[in-house]
Nanobody, 129 residues
Framework: QVQLVESGGGLVQAGDSLRLSCVAS????????MGWFRQAPGKEREFVAR???????????DYTDSVKGRFTISRDNVKNTVYLQMDSLKPEDTAVYYC???????????????????WGQGTQVTVSS
């Protein structure tokens, strides 16, 4: 069983930056694919970014189009932590952000919530205009 705990959300203005963190329990964190999703009020949970796992410390990343060039996903396998650096935030980025984990080196359909085995409790990000 893997537990995920997110932090770093808050209220910011458009154009500001935030860094979300997600700490995972477990000894094989580096092998897990990690991801971030978000859910705005009245909308479905949507994929934001993922970073593959690898015992060789080589990781691949993928982003939804609306955040490319603004968000960066990264991981620190020593700290069992995955980050989401969010720059140039927009009001449409307002949502609850969820960390997700899958016990595979990579997954074929990262944009589907059904591909992920573990979820955090979420952290609220609010961007004012």
């Amino acid at each position: 069983q893997v537990q995920l705990v997110e932090s770093g959300g808050g209220l910011v203005q458009a154009g500001d930056s935030l860094r979300l963190s997600c700490v995972a329990s477990g000894r094989t964190f580096s092998w897990y694919t990690m991801g971030w999703f978000r859910q705005a009020p009245g909308k479905e949970r949507e994929f934001v970014a993922r970073i593959s796992g690898s015992a060789r410390n080589i990781h691949y990343t993928d982003y939804t189009d609306s955040v490319k060039g603004r968000f960066t996903i990264s991981r620190d396998n020593v700290k069992n932590t995955v980050y989401l650096q969010m720059d140039s935030l927009k009001p449409e980025d307002t949502a609850v952000y969820y960390c997700a984990a899958a016990p595979y080196d990579d997954i074929s359909s990262p944009r589907s919530t059904r591909s992920w085995d573990y979820w955090g409790q979420g952290t609220q990000v609010t961007v004012s205009s």
